[in-house]
């Protein structure tokens, strides 16, 4: 069978609004990697490679990249981001060879964001148990403190993911539609104006994969370069930003959907309901790469 070309795919694959969805699309997808994706695709389509196959590999691959962080010194830290960039593309892979051959499913869409959950969480308890030097690579005794706090700011990606899922759970059991992104937005005046702000600042975005490792591999790096005697410093460091971001990201996330409109029925919407659109609280949060199959 003949292997479409990459501008014959892209209509399919990439229609109007994908790379511009504000609730599905990540940064470094818009930027680079559905380009590299429209790349791969051509030798993907017309094999027996299932799209479900892909995310379960995406999956691997991003918990592959949690557990490398148990080797120490920069490779570790380089791996980590290697796998997540990998991880990255598979995550558009996946969506795009389903899309291209009419296979998309509810179980894709349940595997792809079941997949996002475990990889973020498998980098995030990666990193504290890094920090912990579980192995002594620095010679000392193991402190599990840096492993709780990097578990702690699995445990807070996890639920401000799970919050997000949950506002189309208590919507579709409600008999409501799908929330808008208007009803996104705070109905208090003070709220409003902080959920611009923590936009601009983007700060939620640290506990994301692929900000994550990058910042995992900046502390290797100053580690790396930091006196003799300095140990982990930087690392431990970063678990510490990771965890504070994660729990306070968890409490103003639960905060602006309780305070916006999404839980309500807005006025003259239609039932019943389907998939959310989820645009930046006042945590900042959005649904991040993986809002249902890429």
């Not at 999956?59 to 557990?67: E, K, M, N, Q, S």
């Not at 994550?212 to 900046?218: D, E, G, R």
């Amino acid at each position: 069978m003949r292997r479409p070309s990459a501008a014959e795919l892209r209509p399919v694959v990439h229609p109007a609004g994908v790379k511009d969805r504000r609730s599905g699309e990540h940064w470094a997808g818009r930027l680079y990697m559905r380009e590299v994706s429209l790349r791969i695709d051509p030798y993907l389509v017309n094999t027996r490679v299932t799209p479900n196959q892909l995310t379960y590999l995406m999956v691997l691959t991003g918990i592959l990249g949690g557990a490398v962080l148990l080797v120490p010194g920069l490779l570790g830290a380089v791996l980590a981001v290697v796998l997540f960039q990998v991880y990255l593309l598979l995550d558009c892979v996946d969506g795009e060879v389903a899309r291209w051959r009419g296979q998309t499913s509810v179980t894709g869409v349940y595997l792809d964001r079941v997949g996002h959950y475990l990889c973020e969480a498998a980098l995030l308890i990666g990193f504290g148990l890094r920090g912990a030097d579980v192995f002594r690579h620095g010679g000392g005794a193991v402190s599990w403190l840096w492993a709780f706090l990097g578990t702690l700011a699995a445990l807070g990606a996890i639920l401000v993911k799970a919050e997000t899922d949950l506002v189309d759970v208590a919507r579709q059991r409600s008999g409501l539609p799908a929330v808008t992104d208007s009803a996104s937005a705070p109905r208090s005046a003070g709220l409003a104006l902080a959920r611009r702000a923590a936009a601009a600042l983007r700060f939620h975005r640290l506990v994301g994969g692929i900000e994550a490792s990058l910042l995992v591999l900046l502390a290797a790096v100053l580690d790396a370069c930091a006196p003799t005697g300095s140990g982990l410093f930087f690392t431990r460091l970063g678990v510490v930003v990771l965890a504070a971001v994660a729990v306070a990201q968890t409490v103003l996330h639960l905060v602006s959907i309780l305070a916006s409109s999404r839980l309500r029925a807005e006025e003259g919407a239609a039932r019943p309901g389907g998939a959310p659109e989820g645009g930046p609280d006042a945590s900042g949060h959005t649904a991040g790469p993986g809002g249902g199959r890429d």
